[in-house]
């Protein structure tokens, strides 16, 4: 996937980005296998280019690694192909192949916690990170800081996940993250913490190692189980509103909205087909058949679906 042209797709839908809040959910959980799974992480922003999954690998330092995602999803690997493998396998599945042209191979996917201009936010109340997952490959759950250069040398703080035959959970408090030592940057923990852009789930190994993995849920500390509590926001911000969208032929029927909320509709490439206020009934005749995401997004509201339209 070209990682660029997908977060410029991203930040190109105009008009959806609203004003800055200031602080992070003090907990969150992505899990693949709910009815309305997404291929966003609902982190509290409410910047509608933040918690997009991506992938990445070493290409820009001249290497050769990098992530297949299973053959029925070589449609999309110029669009938001994270949105399909939600549906068709309740989580993440892929493969990595690390390559030759890098001294350190390495390769993965993330997503940024409040926008895709990588500003650090404090993370601190989270805890840490849960995963439910298997992998036939050990892996890093690292934190890429702000101005990483700068605070780390690109020496980021991880936690090593071991690989799983089976589905496993297991949570992963901020004491079980370290830097390496002997290169980078040494930076205090709380420092990157309070300057976290993203979360990374790296494979990082020799030239010619190989592996699958399935990535079910991510979380904050505790997050992962099975009676896990509903995010909050840290400080007096306002919560995510409820709101529902439903399809009937060529009809959307909202219900729960405002006149402060807004509907686009984003075909596969990324483009806005259609905008309008998330009241009432939206008519999508005009457009031809396919899959299309909706987002419905306001002052307290950040909602996502995938509708197909027949």
Not at 74 to 87: A, H, K, R, S, T
Not at 137 to 155: A, H, K, R, Y
Not at 274 to 300: E, F, H, N, Q, T
Request: net charge negative; charged share 20%.
């Amino acid at each position: 996937m070209d990682v660029k042209r997908f977060l410029a797709a991203l930040a190109c839908m105009g008009g959806m980005a609203l004003a800055q809040q200031d602080s992070v959910y003090s907990n969150f959980i992505w899990s693949g296998i709910d009815a309305d799974a997404t291929g966003r992480v609902e982190t509290g922003s409410p910047d509608s280019t933040s918690g997009w999954w991506y992938s990445f690998s070493d290409d820009d330092d001249g290497g050769t690694s990098r992530i297949i995602f299973p053959a029925d999803m070589e449609i999309y690997q110029d669009g938001p192909q994270f949105e399909y493998l939600v549906e068709a396998y309740g989580g993440i599945k892929a493969s990595v192949e690390l390559g030759e042209g890098y001294e350190f191979p390495y390769a993965g996917f993330g997503f940024n916690i409040w926008s895709e201009k990588m500003e650090g936010v404090d993370i601190s109340a989270w805890g840490g990170i849960c995963l439910s997952y298997e992998s036939t490959l050990d892996f890093n759950i690292e934190l890429l800081p702000e101005d990483e250069e700068n605070l780390t040398g690109q020496n980021n703080y991880k936690a090593k996940v071991a690989k799983a035959a089976t589905m496993t959970t297991i949570d992963f408090s901020w004491e079980k993250f370290k830097q390496s030592s002997g290169w980078g940057k040494e930076a205090d923990k709380d420092s990157v913490l309070a300057k976290t852009a993203a979360v990374r789930l790296k494979f990082e190994a020799v030239a010619g190692t190989k592996g699958d993995f399935l990535i079910k849920r991510v979380g904050s500390f505790g997050m992962c189980g099975c009676c896990a509590p509903p995010p909050d926001r840290i400080g007096n911000g306002p919560v995510a509103a409820s709101v529902k969208a439903t399809l009937s032929n060529r009809t959307l029927e909202f219900t729960g909205a405002t006149a402060l909320e807004k509907a686009t509709v984003i075909d596969l490439q990324g483009n806005v087909v259609m905008s309008g206020p998330a009241l009432g009934v939206m008519d999508l005749s005009m457009l031809p058949s396919g899959i299309y995401m909706l987002r419905i997004d306001g002052p307290a509201v950040h909602h996502s679906q995938k509708i197909v339209l027949k």
